[in-house]
């Protein structure tokens, strides 16, 4: 059950990340195609909110472990 709240939780703030995404923020100007081309949407905002999601979920797991068992 723990792991369903932790799953939820992250594809719940991933989800608004893309919406954002998405929507044109975070995202960066366009660039010149050169080869390897480089993800502009994954720049230091995406991956900061990628952690924070991975964070918030760890919170929601230790919440729910904490309610399960009355730690």
Known sequence: MTLVIGMCVFHTANGIRLVFGHAGYGVGKPGRPDYPYPAKSLNMKGKAC?????GIAAL????????MFGV
Request: charged residues 0%.
């Open 60 to 67: 929601a797991m230790w919440y729910g472990i904490s309610v």
């Open 50 to 54: 990628i952690y924070a999601s991975i």
